[in-house]
């Protein structure tokens, strides 16, 4: 009787041990409650969204989805009486008329947002040439030429197109009599690019924003007729039309209209007074050639959007866009769209803004 109750505490005691023993190795459960940073219930504010620059052609700034992969292609065409109508000039991005041998003037058409088929008639070309083209960085076409004149094309980095050469892209209109009916094929052209000539050009003037106001529409003077005289031989009126919103141009008093019937128009008229010097040589008629400086400086007008606002001009080399700058230094901007440069020399030319 003794004996039993004593194994029953010895158990019991073995078991209070063992359990004891047990507890040592591991520790208590303690249940904590985490209190918060007050740095750790902030929330960090969103990055700012930057709007993306819209995509705009480089020679109109016109928006667009996306720029072609093509070069800027310039053409060299004539104006004189016996070449009108004009193929092609309806769908240049940018028009730059200049004064040659006997006051007439002729047209450096340049294209890269669109393309028309064909160029007519396509003339010769002259050294102030080489200032209008090289900032552009692609290829010029045109249909003979002086060797000194060819060659500054070349010097200055311009892949030349020329008919003389043999270059493909030319044939002659058969219904128009020589010279003034050398037809220009603009993909044929632009098929002779070069491998580092297969890049759209930078942009060769500021245009506003799309949706933006340019610098005539906040700071012009409103107009209606630009009266350009050129010399003697030409004369060249611009005409604002509010239902287009362009300045449509006129040979005199004759509306210039494309071969295609289309009125030839401008969204910006850009009128700068230039100096012309003797290049000491002749054409084949006789008749001094003249170059129109192109890195110079000078003053003008820009006319967008039915208004004018005068401008300063300056080109500091021959491979570098000209600029447009405002009386206070600040640059011009155009009104996305196309562009007619108005090369008017200082010894012969003039020009009325009419209200």
Not at 84 to 99: S, Y
Not at 255 to 276: D, E, Y
Request: hydrophobic content about 40%.
């Amino acid at each position: 009787m003794t004996r039993r109750p004593l194994a029953a505490l010895s158990g019991v005691l073995a078991l209070a041990l063992t359990l004891s023993a047990c507890s040592a190795d591991e520790p208590a459960a303690v249940t904590v409650t985490a209190t918060p940073s007050p740095d750790a219930t902030r929330v960090a504010p969103p990055e700012p969204v930057v709007p993306a620059e819209p995509v705009v052609w480089p020679l109109t700034g016109v928006e667009t989805a996306e720029v072609a992969q093509r070069p800027a292609l310039a053409v060299k065409v004539e104006n004189a009486r016996e070449a009108r109508p004009l193929t092609g000039l309806e769908k240049a991005d940018t028009v730059w008329e200049q004064t040659v041998e006997g006051g007439i003037t002729r047209f450096v058409a340049v294209y890269q947002s669109q393309l028309p088929d064909t160029v007519e008639p396509v003339r010769s070309v002259r050294p102030m040439d080489a200032g209008i083209v090289a900032p552009l960085g692609g290829l010029l076409a045109f249909s003979g030429g002086q060797a000194r004149f060819v060659n500054e094309v070349r010097d200055a980095g311009v892949q030349i197109v020329s008919m003389d050469a043999g270059n493909g892209g030319f044939s002659r209109d058969r219904s128009r009599r020589a010279p003034h009916n050398v037809v220009g094929n603009i993909q044929t052209f632009l098929g002779q690019a070069r491998d580092d000539r297969k890049v759209p050009p930078p942009a060769q003037f500021a245009f506003a924003k799309p949706g933006e106001p340019s610098s005539a529409e906040t700071a012009g003077t409103p107009a209606s007729l630009l009266d350009i005289t050129f010399s003697r031989m030409q004369r060249t009126k611009w005409s604002w039309d509010a239902a287009s919103g362009t300045w449509q141009r006129s040979d005199g008093d004759t509306p210039s209209v494309s071969s295609a019937g289309v009125r030839l128009a401008a969204t910006n008229v850009v009128a700068l007074t230039v100096n012309q010097v003797d290049t000491g040589t002749v054409d084949p008629s006789g008749t001094a050639v003249l170059e129109t400086k192109m890195v110079d400086s000078g003053e003008g007008f820009v006319a967008s959007a039915g208004k004018t606002v005068p401008v300063h001009w300056s080109k500091p080399a021959v491979d570098a866009p000209l600029l447009l700058t405002a009386a206070d230094g600040s640059p011009i901007t155009l009104q996305p769209g196309n562009t007619w440069v108005q090369l008017v020399p200082k010894s012969t030319g003039t020009w009325t803004v009419a209200p």
